[in-house]
């Protein structure tokens, strides 16, 4: 009987928490105009993203020479490229893939080096060594140029650009998590958990590592940006995402030749989509601090 009247009071404290940190959320987003800017952009790539294909005007793969390096009007709302493509279209697709690649390059990231460097704060030791050497490996490249070299490698498909971009990011999560975990092993409520019976992976995932949270959500967030503008070089300078697929990176290096003959809006609209998508998650970042971190919950 005991266990059956925990449990609905379990639940109902759960219920209580989201509702807590949802109320915290819209203070956030209320009080700051810039967190509300960098939601309101977040939630213009996240429509565009995943309902995109079905709401462009026109068919982003399909060519009309006839149509060809047409300038901004009504019907062609970014004006076309050399093949009659119109430019809207082409941009607002390319928001899923864009923001495919950062989404699963941050997620397997966070995985790897906030994961290990949690561990190598907490446990120090070989572990601590280990991750170390390899965050130290890694740093020791120009990361651009290695991420080129590891496409250049496996082959230029989206899983090994996501593979590359996680790769490179490895160090910053891993020294991240490690120096606060490192600070919060000899913390007071660590010490209570051991003391109550806890083990050591449940104080490390329960205790630990929702305490690191808050500045690793800022890192993603960071690392959205970066992983986008990686992207985004790699098929710039041909190693990235093949045409005629729409990517950004792709769309402003097929503009940048025109620019001279007076074709600007080739590359500039992309070129600015792809400002406005790092610019929107730099500053999500902040936000995302403020909500998750529960010392700012007041």
Known sequence: MSALAEKPAAQAQSAAGLSAT????????????????????????????????????????????????????????????????????????????????????????????GLAGVAAGYYGGWIDRVVGRVSDTIMAFPLFVLAMGIVAALGNTVTNIIIATAIVNFPLYARLARSEANIRRDAGFVHAARLSGNSEPRILFTQVLPNVMPLMMVQMSLTMGYAILNAAGLSFIGLGVRPPMPEWGIMVAEGAAFIVSGEWWIALFPGLTLMLAVFCFNLLGDGLRDIVDPQRRT
């Open 22 to 113: 949802l109320r915290h959320a819209r203070y956030v987003v209320r009080e700051n105009p810039v967190t509300a800017l960098s939601f309101g952009l977040f939630v213009l790539f996240l429509v565009s993203a995943v309902f995109g294909p079905w709401l462009v005007p026109h068919d982003p793969l399909a060519s009309n020479t006839s149509a060809a390096l047409q300038a901004p009007s009504a019907r062609y709302w970014f004006g076309t490229d050399q093949l009659g493509r119109d430019i809207f279209s082409r941009v607002v697709v390319a928001t899923r893939l864009d923001m495919w690649i950062a989404t699963a390059s941050v997620a397997l990231v966070f995985v790897m080096g």
